[in-house]
């Protein structure tokens, strides 16, 4: 494998009439029209990336992963790309209806269901599911008129920050006999998927899975075990956090030499969410108060690790920070959470400028698993979401959703 290219990034230009919401001024607007905490998405950032991941893999039908950022703004914007969405439980599947989507752009993709979750999807429209064990095939048989099947097969990668394969898919030399199942209850075999985990490292475990599926979709279709002819490659693309990730062509050349491999009749699919959605956020939090504590200054901020910073405890996330005010010597800091819980701290070991109640603290790169897995412990809110940018031509409208 060659060594990853990671590639400078220009400053992209924007199109006439949109705003960028994540420079300081537009950021202080904001804060005094919506108040703080704020979670800032920047729907130009969304096309940017849908577009990216477009170009590096053509000819792949990019389906948004609601999961990270279900946010209507960032469904929309993906949807007027031409793009599709991966859903995975009842309430994304109603999230969906309401803005009146085409169920036929849709996908369920979670492994495991009641019955309520099938028969809820189908009654909106969606007619294509994931399953990985023979007990879940079970549960299609009263819906094998309408409803086809992905198997879903394991790739385990414990490189990835979130190795998927863990928790989910069958064993690859259990898929065959996981089709023949599906035949003899009468469930049709739309084709495979798999998903080698969450910010995968290198493109090797991507290609390893075409390779090993290209395999299992020529077996199952001699043997005649359903159409066989979609092919459903995950998710994984890897961003920037505290590091530079590769380059996003560069991390799919290989796949996309891999995908080039196999038969023309077969549909591949992708369920890109933190590629998406990650850059395409910011979260801001303004200074509750302050305390000097063994020689470092603690500044306590509206927004922590039961709010938008959840990511830091459940997706293993950490966020650039940055503090809007400039200038002056910079001292030992610390940044914690609104809360009373004493786990309830941003990050320690920073170097910060001495901040007073009311100044902006931001972090970048926050739009996936931040907003969506906060809670609202010790009865603090959630932040607020305010996408910019809705379509070009917009001059800075905003909406806003509620806490």
Same mark, same amino acid.
């Given at each position: 494998?060659?060594?990853?290219?990671?590639?400078?990034?220009?400053?992209?230009?924007?199109?006439?009439?949109?705003?960028?919401?994540?420079?300081?001024?537009?950021?202080? =607007?904001?804060? =005094?029209?919506?108040?703080?905490?704020?979670?800032?998405?920047?729907?130009?950032?969304?096309?940017?990336?849908?577009?990216?991941?477009?170009?590096?893999?053509?000819?792949?039908?990019?389906?948004?992963?609601?999961? $990270?950022?279900?946010?209507?703004?960032?469904?929309?914007?993906?949807?007027?790309?031409?793009?599709?969405?991966?859903?995975?439980?009842?309430?994304?599947?109603?999230?969906?209806?309401?803005?009146?989507?085409?169920?036929?752009?849709?996908?369920?993709?979670?492994?495991?269901?009641?019955?309520? *979750?099938?028969?809820?999807?189908?009654?909106?429209?969606?007619?294509?599911?994931?399953?990985?064990?023979?007990?879940?095939?079970?549960?299609?048989?009263?819906?094998?008129?309408?409803?086809?099947?992905?198997?879903?097969?394991?790739?385990?990668?414990?490189?990835?920050?979130?190795?998927?394969?863990?928790?989910?898919?069958?064993?690859?030399?259990?898929?065959? $006999?996981?089709?023949?199942?599906?035949?003899?209850?009468?469930?049709?075999?739309?084709?495979?998927?798999?998903?080698?985990?969450?910010?995968?490292?290198?493109?090797?475990?991507?290609?390893?899975?075409?390779?090993?599926?290209?395999?299992?979709?020529?077996?199952?279709?001699?043997?005649?075990?359903? $159409?066989?002819?979609?092919?459903?490659?995950?998710?994984?693309? $890897?961003?920037?956090?505290?590091?530079?990730?590769?380059?996003?062509? !560069?991390?799919?050349?290989?796949?996309?030499?891999?995908?080039? =491999?196999?038969?023309?009749?077969?549909?591949?699919?992708?369920?890109?969410?933190?590629?998406?959605?990650?850059?395409?956020?910011?979260?801001?939090?303004?200074?509750?108060?302050?305390?000097?504590?063994?020689?470092? !200054? !603690?500044?306590?901020?509206?927004?922590?690790?039961?709010?938008?910073?959840?990511?830091?405890?459940?997706?293993?996330?950490?966020?650039?920070?940055?503090?809007?005010?400039?200038?002056?010597?910079?001292?030992?800091?610390?940044?914690?959470?609104?809360?009373? *819980?004493?786990?309830?701290?941003?990050?320690?070991?920073?170097?910060?400028?001495?901040?007073?109640?009311?100044?902006?603290?931001?972090?970048?790169?926050?739009?996936?698993?931040? !907003?969506?897995?906060?809670?609202?412990?010790?009865?603090?809110?959630?932040?607020?979401?305010?996408?910019?940018?809705?379509?070009?031509? *917009?001059?800075?409208?905003?909406?806003?959703?509620? =806490?």
């Amino acid at each position: 494998m060659k060594t990853a290219r990671i590639a400078k990034k220009p400053r992209a230009a924007r199109a006439p009439g949109l705003i960028d919401p994540f420079e300081p001024r537009e950021i202080r =607007r904001l804060v =005094r029209e919506f108040g703080s905490p704020l979670l800032i998405v920047d729907c130009e950032r969304v096309r940017r990336q849908y577009r990216a991941l477009q170009r590096a893999l053509p000819g792949v039908d990019l389906h948004y992963a609601l999961k $990270p950022l279900p946010h209507p703004a960032v469904i929309r914007t993906v949807l007027e790309e031409g793009g599709f969405l991966d859903l995975a439980t009842t309430g994304e599947v109603e999230v969906v209806a309401r803005m009146g989507v085409d169920p036929a752009r849709c996908i369920h993709t979670h492994p495991i269901k009641r019955d309520a *979750d099938i028969r809820d999807a189908l009654a909106r429209g969606v007619r294509v599911f994931v399953a990985d064990n023979p007990d879940e095939l079970r549960k299609f048989t009263p819906y094998a008129a309408d409803a086809e099947v992905l198997l879903r097969v394991s790739f385990r990668s414990p490189g990835a920050v979130s190795d998927l394969s863990r928790k989910f898919g069958c064993d690859p030399e259990h898929l065959l $006999p996981l089709a023949r199942r599906a035949r003899d209850l009468g469930v049709t075999v739309r084709g495979l998927s798999f998903h080698v985990g969450s910010q995968a490292p290198d493109p090797g475990k991507h290609v390893e899975a075409v390779e090993v599926c290209g395999k299992l979709l020529a077996a199952a279709r001699r043997e005649r075990l359903g $159409p066989c002819d979609t092919l459903d490659i995950g998710g994984g693309f $890897p961003i920037d956090y505290g590091t530079r990730a590769p380059e996003i062509g !560069w991390f799919c050349a290989p796949i996309r030499a891999a995908l080039a =491999r196999l038969p023309k009749r077969v549909r591949i699919i992708a369920e890109p969410g933190r590629y998406i959605a990650g850059p395409s956020a910011i979260g801001v939090a303004s200074v509750m108060g302050r305390a000097r504590r063994e020689g470092r !200054w !603690w500044y306590y901020l509206d927004d922590g690790l039961y709010g938008s910073y959840s990511g830091q405890l459940f997706d293993h996330a950490r966020y650039p920070l940055e503090s809007l005010r400039k200038g002056g010597r910079r001292e030992p800091a610390v940044l914690a959470g609104p809360t009373c *819980d004493s786990i309830d701290v941003i990050a320690e070991n920073l170097s910060l400028p001495l901040l007073d109640e009311g100044d902006l603290v931001v972090g970048r790169a926050m739009g996936a698993y931040t !907003w969506a897995s906060a809670s609202e412990f010790n009865f603090f809110p959630r932040a607020t979401v305010v996408s910019v940018n809705l379509e070009p031509g *917009d001059r800075g409208r905003v909406m806003t959703i509620d =806490r």
